[in-house]
């Protein structure tokens, strides 16, 4: 950790040098007012593009040339053509004549009905502008540039999140498109003490990124934290929030998830009402939640939404889960190959039985069934919609029982994998539940090794790391230990709302109490 | 080296980390060795007596580890008897602290080898045992602390579960009379049940981690009677179950009253390996503690760091492990490491506590 | 930073280490390569033919008593049974014997003839042949069966009339004889015939204490293997004194009031027909009395029950007279089978059995622990006076007959 923090602060040094290095070459060139030059200045570095349109023209009568550059499909035409190049080439010198406000002024003052207008005075913003679906504006005589608003943005619909599918609760997901997700966020809950801070990441691309939290509920110590994180990020570019997610995490080493994903804004609200702080990043569906504690991983909003009772036994139910899919293999490797004298006398001969012929010890055959298992899985994944079930049909059913008859593997070997299988899929988590499929492998060889003694020394070593690994300060393990009674409202029993009346007391909220 | 604000810990914690350091080896020999000594089923009077004795004793400690606040035993006994004085006694308190540490691997690896694994070789055993206590312990006392909370309600919901369980084979009569030959046999046990309750002395350290230092009394009260409680249960429920006579012939006599029955119907038919799931945990955590404890001390009296010692001295430990040639060498070890206890954390505390009060009565 | 270039490097090699356990797992045993025991007979062997292999070695003691033991083995035939229909009906088990002076040596004999390793901690039953009980000590006996860690301690004692290796052989192919055996003792909670079960863990508390006991007994008639009464196991010699056939069983299960069910046939004094009397609690009070020295017990037992069957023509259970005529035939009975076990254990046998020791050293501490020493002699001589209480709660569906 001490280690790495220090790379970090190296690395800001050197940002910081390679940034005074830079301005001179791009970004101190000024324009010169004069419209020739500043065309062939912009010319000459986004010229050689084809999808970048250069427009000239003169504005109404009056003989003063102007151009706009912009790009193809990025720049919604019908804009531009309507009401940028109508309004300043229809009628534009009957209109200016009798005006004393300067030619620039009456531009965009009075002439252009556009409503995102900035003016910029450099070769480097200009291009960059005009990169993201700006329209330039060159008119001759005037220094500075005149940004307008053009972008169109690239949107696909607001849909159902896919990776968190609900049977109850709303049926909005984020998109790509950063705006659109903050202003789901807002309209999601209308509170004015909701920030929202914009930062730009990404040392050649640059993204957006934006910081949510409650203003008087988030610990502002733990937003600092967050900001001071994102702001070390040094990197190219930024395609997924998952990068930033990796570059901020606490432990790089750990198996587990430190920062939660999700694409369900109700999800990120409520976490915003607990006093955490939500990251999204342009083009990413995807909101990061910082802290996270291991039982948010086996977390659902459904929790909430349904009646305490149903939510605290599904959540038990998962807790169930997560333990079988941590441990099923490997206690039957344990039971079988190590203590057969534990399992009921009956069950050991209905084992022996199914087990007569197989020619593997415990250990290779759950391996050749967990793989089998992680591979099929992996492939129904990459395959199109209407292959995979099917493909699931075959690897898991034929194989399955092909394995069996042809005595490679034992029956209950195959329960036992199925069982482990359909119980990680029973984490409402996908990265959590990647975590427990790495583990259970671990957890395998040890069993194999030690038997239960084995599987006991796993135990111990995973929950010591789990007390040690922390997320933005918060232990993973809260709220289970250091014990905080209170906390246990939420964790792995889901009580009734009312009693539940106040914040996580692990995130040191501001306002510790949720108002009725 | 004073104690940083990051290594404090709550007082529940400092509950757990007792308890868990108190349970340990001896719960599963505990009615066999008390029964030795009193050969009457009034043991569990034995086991409240020597546990309401090692409350007193706690609380000596920890009224003397309160006189100092933020300082632990290691530091303070130099100031109260002098460097070389202090260094020595210091340097005995850690050798018990790591002798233990020994121990509890060697038990763990005797009853697993015995139990769990017939076969395997005994360093392969304590090895990576050792290895997970010295990853937990690189970072101090809070994690330890934590985990310990973690191990804690498995042990209560197992260790109840399981005896229970053993209620099937109960029988009231095996406990009966009460005092049937007055209470001299009782006090005959009391040296055994004591040496039952060792882990106070942990308090001369954990005191100045702890964030509320003046709860430390309640800390000792909770903290023993805890474990006092397990030992009770334990203690009815196997002479219930295998009578006076039948206990004094086992080796390991909580283990065989889980051995005893079974109940069908269920995933397990036996519980031994639920109990030794636990027991193993429970060594853990003791083990953890006294190597904890041991490097503290060294690197507090030797102002060195922690990481150095704590590599060396799981070695020396390993090495301790493998010294006693059997099981009987091994409980007599035992008795060795509570003898040495008794008079550690017995009388000395005692001693130091009366020269505190008259230094601090002179300035 | 050359310093923690070190550490780095004693960690990476930590985790190396770390590597290595993984070539080999020591104690893994795979489950279908075990040959599960499923019970255990002890013999006295009477033929000495075996002597030319054990010469050499122990002709230093020449007359050691010769134990065969008969391992009850589950063949792997029996368990697949059930999946493959067509396969020709097999023994479900297999038993195999060998013959030695001391149990771990015989038992590694029988090495020689299976192919599986024999695990024993599925094993419900030790059967012991009633010769070898009469010649060798039950605690050495069952010493190695106490010592072993695979062993259950939840494993049943049983004590066979004459050939234990006989109870553990069945005509039929699909039942495990060990299991049946194990089973039987469930039933005792609908008889007064079966003994509550003398598990391994109970039976070395009663041996280490010096104490008579009974163990139940089994017998193997013509192929047919059934419980019958119990055998006394003297606690001084902690050898087999004798039987009690199944009508002094009851006796001793009455005495003692451990019986959880059953029923008790008296016959009508009037008509000779008999009244069946079936039990739904027991309960028997043993009371000490110490009088100078002089040691006397009382036995109230108290029952409650219904009348289950009853043959009588005039009988009428709707009229309470009925009833009390049944309860007081049926108390007969009870008390008749009481006095029975009492003269049996006082006057021939001499021991006790019913745990009226257990009571005086609960009530009586000090005076117990004068007697206890030479009790079973003592108790001989000790007056001991029982009353029986029955009560008809109902009689069924049905009111006469």
Partial sequence: MKRRKIEIKLSKQQQQTRQIEKQPETAAVPFSGNITIDLDQIRKELGHNSDVGFREFYLGNTGIRAAIIFLYGLTDKELINKYILKSLMVNFSERHEHREVSLKEFITNQALSISDLTEVNNLHDTVSKILTGNTALLVDGIREIIILGTTKEKARNIEEPVSEALVRGPRIGFTETLSDNTAILRQQGCNHNLSIIQIQVGERSKKELVIAFINDIADPALVDEVIKRIKTINIDDLPESGYVEQLIEDNYLSPFPQVQNTERPDRVFSALMEGRIAILLDGSPFALIVPVTFSMLLQSPEDYYERWIPGSLIRLLRFLAAFLSLFAPSMYIAFISFHPGLIPTKLALSIISSREGVPFPALIEALIMEISIEILREAGLRLPKPIGPAMGIVGGLIIGEAAVQAGIISPIMVIVVSLTAISSFAIPQYSAGITLRILRFVAMFCAAMFGLYGIILFFLILCSHLVKLKSFGVPYVSPAVPYRISDWKDFILRMPLFMMKRRPKMLDTKDSIRKG | MKVSHKDRITTPQAVIVLINYILAAGILTLPRTSVEKVKTPDVWLSVIIGGLIAIIAGIIMVKLSQQFPEKTIYQYSQVLVGKWLGGLLSLLIVGYFFTLAAYEVRTLAEVTGFFLLEGTPIWAIIMPFMWVGLYLVLDGINPIARLFEIIFPITVVIFLLVTFMGFEIFEIDNLRPVLGLGLFPVLKGIKTTVLAFLGPEIMLLLTAFMQKPHKATKVILVGIGIPMIFYIITVIMVIGALSIDGVVLRTWPTLDLIRSFEIQGLIFERFESMLLVIWIMQIFSTFTITYYAASLGLSQIFKMKMNPILYGLLFIIYVIALIPKNINDLFKFGDLIGNAALVLFGVLPLLLLVISKIKGGKT | ?401
């Fill in chain 3, 1 to 401: 930073m050359k310093r923690r270039n070190f550490f780095r490097l004693l960690k990476c090699s930590l985790v190396l280490l770390l590597l290595l356990p993984l070539s080999g797992c020591w104690s893994s045993k795979e489950i279908e390569e075990l040959g599960l025991v499923a019970g255990t007979a002890l013999d006295l062997e009477k033929k000495t033919d075996l002597s030319e292999e054990i010469e050499g070695q122990e002709d230093r003691y020449p007359n050691r008593v010769m134990i065969t033991i008969t391992n009850q083995l589950i063949t792997s035939q029996t368990t697949e049974s059930g999946k493959k229909t067509g396969a020709p009906q097999q023994k479900s088990f297999k038993n195999v014997s060998e013959t030695g002076d001391s149990i771990l040596p015989i038992l590694r004999k029988m090495i020689l003839k299976i192919d599986k390793r024999a695990f024993a901690q599925h094993s419900k039953v030790i059967v012991i042949g009633e010769d070898l009980t009469r010649t060798l000590n039950l605690q050495q006996i069952l010493d190695f069966f106490l010592r072993e860690q695979e062993m259950r301690l939840s494993g049943l004692i049983l004590i066979a009339k004459n050939n234990a290796k006989k109870t553990l052989e069945s005509q039929e192919t699909t039942v495990i004889p060990a299991f049946h055996l194990f089973q039987i003792t469930k039933s005792q909670e609908r008889t007064t015939k079966i003994l509550p079960p003398l598990s391994l863990a109970k039976v070395m508390g009663k041996l280490h204490s010096g104490s008579s006991f009974l163990v139940q007994t089994v017998v193997s008639e013509k192929s047919e293997v059934k419980f019958a009464g119990a055998a006394v196991i003297k606690g001084k010699t902690k050898k087999l004194l004798g039987f009690l056939n199944e009508k002094e069983l009851e006796g001793i299960v009455w005495l003692t009031g451990k019986g959880k069910g059953g029923v008790v046939k008296s016959f009508d004094k009037e008509t000779g027909q008999p009244i069946i009397y079936e039990i739904k609690s027991m309960k028997s009070k043993i009371q000490p009395r110490v009088v100078n020295n002089n040691i006397s017990f009382d036995v109230k037992i108290e029952s409650e029950g219904s009348i289950a069957e009853h043959w009588v023509p005039s009988g009428q259970p709707f009229e309470n007279e009925f009833l009390k005529k049944a309860e007081k035939s049926t108390e007969k009975e009870v008390e008749r089978l009481v006095k029975n076990i009492l003269v049996k254990t006082q006057q021939n046998y001499q021991v006790d059995i019913a745990g009226f020791g257990n009571r005086l050293r609960i009530e009586y501490p000090r005076v117990w622990e004068k007697v206890k020493k030479d009790w079973d002699h003592t108790f001989s001589k000790i007056p001991i006076k029982y009353n029986v209480n029955l009560t008809v709660k109902d009689y069924g569906t049905s009111g006469s007959n």
